[in-house]
């Protein structure tokens, strides 16, 4: 079976949150099952740099007077994986951050940067590709490649792939005004309610939802809630129309790169069987981050984009209560400036209790996952979270708000056979502070605490089971075309 992954992020070159690792560790884990998966994406400058040499495989010409034409270049990861590389100097060659300008604002265009990769996308899936290879199935995800199922849909491409498309965040849809329409090559059909038309603009999710052939997001809670007036975005409506081809297939984590037992980046290694140098990481953290060499309190670990999202605000209203518990927290991330400008403020009132590094720092987070006692997760909502599985993985057990991806991962602790870390409902602070309370009641319960830690680690969040579970839809699209 041969697969094109489309896709706009690939960690490590680029990576703003969970679909560049899904980028990196979904199709690695689909060739180890037998697929010949590969990667289309945007040949940014990191992506450039990294793969200087990259040879011309193909010619993409304009398809009118105002666009641009564009280039593939093959590639291929250190893990195996072959790369074609979009190459578009005018649109892709930026700095930073793939969708935001220097001053933190959309580029305002987008909708034909990433335009474009849908476009390619169908292209390459179709009989007029100008590869000599061909994918059975295109795998589009999030909005930057939701219009690819809409070109195969209004420029049939003669004999042409099944397209599945994956949600993995419901709150990005790609809006941008009609006047796109005729600039990306589209008929004025697609311009309807059954097209890419939504709410009096254009959708590059919604024309990937209403034409895809299969869709899915990325945990089975996640799918059922999307399907919701509440947390349908606006989309619900038509998710619980199309809910005869929409699924739930639960995220995995890059267990190589993840894996206390090897991981480069830690004071210590150490494993479900040897928690005692998992200690080593906690007072290495705390002396990385200038924080009181404090083992008698419990260490609270956050890694997130400091959004409303997030709940990072939550952790922010119970600060002051956290550190008289007492308590330590380790917070890494950026978003948005009030966020950034309290728990800056917290550290400086508190230099001995709450570490803050705002940024991100790839090695800083594994050793957080590492290092902290607990993890702190509180979403409004969350499509899937990997971070709770890095967690669970590395022994420290999360307090997560029951939603998406954290109610399919997380066992609250009251179950005494199967917890593995601490669910609370609300999302009000006063929630999170009483289920703080409680986790680290437990935690002074050393016993119960091992237990607690050792029934996550146990847990299998590899890619393998979802690998199978993706191999499955391919397997019933091709069967049904």
């Keep these: 079976m041969k697969l ?3 896709t706009s992020e690939l960690a490590p070159w680029v990576k703003t949150g969970g679909l560049g690792d899904v980028s ?5 884990a689909l060739r180890a099952a037998g697929i010949d998966a590969r990667i289309l994406l945007p040949a940014y400058p990191a992506l450039k740099a990294a793969f200087p040499d990259a040879p011309l495989v193909a010619s993409i010409p304009p398809p009118g007077p105002q666009l641009y034409g564009a280039a593939l270049r093959a590639a291929r990861t250190p893990e195996g994986v072959p790369l074609y590389l979009l190459e578009c100097d005018a649109w892709f060659d930026r700095p930073g951050n793939p ?8 580029w305002l265009d987008n909708g034909k940067r990433f335009g474009l990769l849908s476009r390619v996308a169908a292209l390459l899936a179709g009989e007029t590709s100008p590869l000599d290879w061909r994918p059975d199935v295109l795998h589009c995800n999030d909005w930057q490649t939701g219009l690819a199922p809409a070109f195969l849909h209004y420029l049939p491409h003669g004999r042409q792939a099944p397209s599945v498309m994956t949600i993995h965040n419901l709150a ?3 809006i941008h005004g009609r006047d796109l329409l005729p600039e990306l090559g589209l008929p004025e059909s697609a311009w309807s309610i059954d097209g890419i038309e939504y709410y009096g603009y254009l959708s590059f999710l919604k024309g990937g939802i209403q034409h895809a052939d299969a869709i899915t997001t990325v ?3 996640y799918a059922r809630e999307i399907q919701t007036d509440h947390d349908g975005m606006g989309m619900g409506g038509l998710l619980r129309h199309r809910g005869d081809r929409l699924s739930g297939i ?3 984590i890059d267990t190589a790169q993840w894996n206390p037992a090897a991981d480069p980046h830690l004071a210590a290694a150490y494993d479900g069987k040897h928690l005692a140098a998992k200690a080593k990481n906690t007072a290495a953290l705390r002396a990385e981050m200038g924080l009181a060499d404090a083992p008698q309190m419990p260490l609270f670990g956050l890694v997130s984009r400091l959004t409303n999202q997030k709940g990072v605000d939550l952790v922010a209203a119970i600060a002051e209560e956290l550190a008289e518990l007492p308590a ?12 950034e400008k309290t728990f800056r403020a917290l550290a400086a009132q508190r230099p001995h209790q709450f570490g803050v590094r705002i940024g991100f720092d790839e090695g800083l987070a594994h050793r957080i996952e590492a290092g902290a006692d607990i993890f702190l997760m509180p979403s409004r909502f969350e499509p899937c979270g990997l971070n709770q599985m890095y967690s669970l993985h590395y022994g420290t057990p999360p307090i997560v708000r029951a939603t998406g991806g954290l109610a399919d991962t997380v066992i609250d602790d009251s179950d005494h056979a199967h917890g593995n870390g601490f669910v609370f409902s609300d999302a009000t602070p006063e929630a999170l502070l009483a289920t703080v309370r409680r986790a680290v009641a437990t935690w002074h319960n050393r016993k119960a605490w091992q237990a607690l830690q050792k029934r ?9 089971a979802p690998a199978r579970q993706y191999l499955a839809l391919y397997q019933s699209l091709i069967q049904t075309q």
């Design 250 to 252: 639960l995220n995995g």
């Design 4 to 6: 094109l992954f489309a």
């Design 219 to 221: 945990s089975p809670s």
């Design 99 to 106: 969708y935001l300008g220097p001053e933190g604002r959309d």
């Design 24 to 28: 990196a560790a979904l199709p690695v």
């Design 456 to 464: 996550g680690m146990q847990a299998d969040f590899s890619w393998t």
């Design 172 to 174: 990005f849809q790609g």
């Design 328 to 339: 330590q927290l380790v917070l890494l991330g950026n978003g948005e400036l009030e966020l």
